[in-house]
Protein backbone atom coordinates (compact mmCIF):
# COMPACT_ATOMS: atom_id res chain seq x y z
CA UNK A 1 0.00 0.00 0.00
CA UNK A 2 1.55 3.42 -1.24
CA UNK A 3 1.27 5.61 2.16
CA UNK A 4 -0.10 9.66 0.81
CA UNK A 5 3.43 12.11 1.56
CA UNK A 6 2.53 15.06 1.67
CA UNK A 7 4.71 18.28 -0.30
CA UNK A 8 6.87 18.70 3.09
CA UNK A 9 7.67 14.88 2.90
CA UNK A 10 8.38 15.13 -0.29
CA UNK A 11 11.90 16.06 -0.09
CA UNK A 12 15.54 15.12 -0.63
CA UNK A 13 17.09 12.84 1.93
CA UNK A 14 20.53 14.04 3.32
CA UNK A 15 20.61 11.59 6.62
CA UNK A 16 18.94 8.66 7.88
CA UNK A 17 17.34 11.33 10.84
CA UNK A 18 15.70 12.70 7.36
CA UNK A 19 14.13 9.74 6.92
CA UNK A 20 13.54 9.18 10.69
CA UNK A 21 11.10 12.22 11.00
CA UNK A 22 8.77 11.40 8.37
CA UNK A 23 8.45 7.81 9.19
CA UNK A 24 7.78 8.34 12.91
CA UNK A 25 5.13 11.08 11.22
CA UNK A 26 3.24 8.50 9.57
CA UNK A 27 3.79 5.79 12.21
CA UNK A 28 1.74 8.34 14.35
CA UNK A 29 -1.04 8.69 12.18
CA UNK A 30 -1.86 5.03 12.91
CA UNK A 31 -4.30 4.86 15.44
CA UNK A 32 -3.31 3.27 18.89
CA UNK A 33 -4.19 -0.54 17.84
CA UNK A 34 -1.71 0.33 14.88
CA UNK A 35 1.35 1.52 16.59
CA UNK A 36 1.81 -1.62 18.47
CA UNK A 37 2.25 -3.71 15.12
CA UNK A 38 5.59 -4.29 13.36
CA UNK A 39 5.38 -2.91 9.80
CA UNK A 40 7.74 -2.63 7.04
CA UNK A 41 8.28 0.51 4.60
CA UNK A 42 10.18 0.52 1.69
CA UNK A 43 11.44 4.05 0.89
CA UNK A 44 12.12 4.76 -2.77
CA UNK A 45 14.49 7.29 -4.32
CA UNK A 46 15.53 8.68 -7.68
CA UNK A 47 18.83 9.64 -8.57
CA UNK A 48 18.99 13.28 -6.43
CA UNK A 49 17.78 11.47 -3.40
CA UNK A 50 14.49 12.84 -3.57
CA UNK A 51 11.79 10.77 -2.19
CA UNK A 52 9.59 8.65 -4.81
CA UNK A 53 7.22 7.19 -2.68
CA UNK A 54 6.78 5.34 0.58
CA UNK A 55 5.10 1.72 0.21
CA UNK A 56 3.80 -0.55 3.54
CA UNK A 57 4.78 -3.58 2.58
CA UNK A 58 4.18 -5.83 5.83
CA UNK A 59 1.88 -5.36 8.47
CA UNK A 60 1.46 -6.65 12.21
CA UNK A 61 3.73 -9.83 11.35
CA UNK A 62 5.84 -10.89 14.04
CA UNK A 63 8.48 -12.43 11.87
CA UNK A 64 9.39 -9.76 9.40
CA UNK A 65 12.15 -12.29 7.79
CA UNK A 66 9.54 -13.57 5.90
CA UNK A 67 9.12 -10.23 3.31
CA UNK A 68 9.62 -11.55 0.10
CA UNK A 69 11.68 -9.15 -1.93
CA UNK A 70 9.50 -9.79 -5.34
CA UNK A 71 6.94 -7.56 -2.93
CA UNK A 72 9.62 -5.44 -1.55
CA UNK A 73 11.35 -4.11 -4.89
CA UNK A 74 7.75 -4.42 -7.28
CA UNK A 75 6.71 -0.77 -6.64
CA UNK A 76 10.41 0.43 -6.84
CA UNK A 77 10.74 -1.16 -10.44
CA UNK A 78 7.18 0.37 -11.00
CA UNK A 79 8.51 4.20 -9.97
CA UNK A 80 12.17 3.66 -11.46
CA UNK A 81 13.41 4.26 -8.18
CA UNK A 82 17.70 3.97 -8.12
CA UNK A 83 17.60 3.27 -4.56
CA UNK A 84 15.88 2.57 -1.43
CA UNK A 85 15.60 2.55 2.27
CA UNK A 86 14.39 0.18 3.89
CA UNK A 87 12.53 1.19 8.01
CA UNK A 88 10.48 -0.96 10.22
CA UNK A 89 9.38 -0.04 13.71
CA UNK A 90 9.62 -1.98 17.00
CA UNK A 91 6.73 -1.74 18.77
CA UNK A 92 8.35 -2.21 22.02
CA UNK A 93 10.79 0.89 21.55
CA UNK A 94 14.14 -0.78 21.32
CA UNK A 95 15.81 -0.13 18.05
CA UNK A 96 18.78 -2.45 18.46
CA UNK A 97 18.71 -4.91 15.54
CA UNK A 98 18.10 -8.61 15.87
CA UNK A 99 19.88 -11.18 13.92
CA UNK A 100 16.76 -11.50 11.36
CA UNK A 101 16.67 -8.05 11.08
CA UNK A 102 20.54 -8.25 9.80
CA UNK A 103 19.64 -11.19 7.51
CA UNK A 104 16.99 -9.57 5.97
CA UNK A 105 19.08 -6.84 5.39
CA UNK A 106 22.06 -9.04 4.00
CA UNK A 107 19.18 -10.39 1.61
CA UNK A 108 17.80 -7.60 0.35
CA UNK A 109 21.12 -5.36 -0.44
CA UNK A 110 22.04 -8.59 -2.43
CA UNK A 111 18.27 -8.72 -4.27
CA UNK A 112 18.97 -4.83 -4.92
CA UNK A 113 21.71 -5.27 -6.82
CA UNK A 114 20.34 -8.06 -9.05
CA UNK A 115 17.55 -5.20 -9.87
CA UNK A 116 19.89 -2.72 -10.11
CA UNK A 117 18.02 -0.83 -6.88
CA UNK A 118 20.61 0.52 -4.67
CA UNK A 119 19.14 -0.41 -0.91
CA UNK A 120 21.42 2.49 0.88
CA UNK A 121 20.24 2.11 4.16
CA UNK A 122 17.75 0.23 6.90
CA UNK A 123 16.27 2.19 9.85
CA UNK A 124 14.90 0.84 12.86
CA UNK A 125 12.20 3.41 14.59
CA UNK A 126 10.41 3.93 17.54
CA UNK A 127 8.72 6.98 18.49
CA UNK A 128 11.28 8.06 20.40
CA UNK A 129 14.28 7.38 18.28
CA UNK A 130 16.15 5.22 15.60
CA UNK A 131 18.75 3.01 14.60
CA UNK A 132 20.43 3.66 11.23
CA UNK A 133 22.72 0.12 9.81
CA UNK A 134 24.98 2.92 8.03
CA UNK A 135 25.84 5.10 10.92
CA UNK A 136 26.09 2.17 13.35
CA UNK A 137 28.93 0.77 10.54
CA UNK A 138 26.53 -2.55 9.88
CA UNK A 139 25.41 -1.64 6.56
CA UNK A 140 29.26 -2.14 5.37
CA UNK A 141 29.83 -5.92 7.03
CA UNK A 142 26.38 -6.87 5.37
CA UNK A 143 27.24 -5.60 1.89
CA UNK A 144 30.49 -7.64 2.07
CA UNK A 145 28.05 -10.90 2.55
CA UNK A 146 28.55 -13.59 0.65
CA UNK A 147 25.34 -15.76 1.87
CA UNK A 148 23.06 -13.75 -0.79
CA UNK A 149 25.41 -13.76 -3.25
CA UNK A 150 23.43 -15.23 -6.34
CA UNK A 151 25.15 -18.75 -7.33
CA UNK A 152 26.26 -17.29 -10.71
CA UNK A 153 27.96 -14.44 -9.16
CA UNK A 154 30.40 -15.99 -6.91
CA UNK A 155 31.16 -18.65 -9.92
CA UNK A 156 32.18 -15.49 -11.92
CA UNK A 157 34.53 -14.20 -8.85
CA UNK A 158 36.03 -16.90 -8.08
CA UNK A 159 37.35 -17.77 -12.29
CA UNK A 160 38.47 -14.24 -11.92
CA UNK A 161 40.27 -14.84 -8.95
CA UNK A 162 41.88 -17.50 -10.54
CA UNK A 163 42.69 -16.20 -14.06
CA UNK A 164 44.61 -13.35 -11.62
CA UNK A 165 46.49 -16.08 -10.14
CA UNK A 166 47.36 -17.31 -13.49
CA UNK A 167 48.47 -14.23 -15.17
CA UNK A 168 51.02 -13.71 -12.02
CA UNK A 169 52.63 -16.78 -12.19
CA UNK A 170 52.91 -16.10 -16.33
CA UNK A 171 54.36 -12.69 -15.31
CA UNK A 172 56.69 -13.96 -12.71
CA UNK A 173 57.97 -16.87 -15.17
CA UNK A 174 58.63 -14.02 -18.16
CA UNK A 175 60.17 -11.78 -15.58
CA UNK A 176 62.73 -14.47 -15.29
CA UNK A 177 63.14 -15.07 -18.75
CA UNK A 178 64.45 -11.31 -18.52
CA UNK A 179 60.96 -10.17 -20.67
CA UNK A 180 60.33 -6.26 -20.32
CA UNK A 181 57.90 -4.38 -18.32
CA UNK A 182 56.11 -4.26 -21.08
CA UNK A 183 56.05 -7.14 -22.82
CA UNK A 184 54.72 -8.47 -19.79
CA UNK A 185 51.92 -6.17 -19.78
CA UNK A 186 51.06 -6.98 -23.15
CA UNK A 187 50.66 -10.79 -22.66
CA UNK A 188 49.68 -10.84 -18.88
CA UNK A 189 47.08 -7.11 -19.12
CA UNK A 190 48.71 -7.06 -15.31
CA UNK A 191 49.03 -3.00 -14.21
CA UNK A 192 52.54 -2.09 -14.57
CA UNK A 193 52.86 -1.65 -10.76
CA UNK A 194 52.25 -5.06 -10.07
CA UNK A 195 54.48 -6.30 -12.32
CA UNK A 196 57.27 -3.88 -10.70
CA UNK A 197 56.67 -5.19 -7.70
CA UNK A 198 57.35 -8.97 -8.53
Not at 6 to 25: G, H
Amino acid sequence: MEVKLSKQQKVTVNSAEDIYLIMRQILRRENKIGQGQEHFWMVGLNQANKILYIELVALGSSNMANINPREAFRMAIYKLAVQVIMVHNHPSGNVIPSEEDKDLTDHFIQAGKFLKVEVIDHLIISDETYHSFVESGIFKKLQASEKWILPYKLKERYKNEGKEEEKMEMAKLMKKDKKTTEEIQKYTQLPIEEIQKL
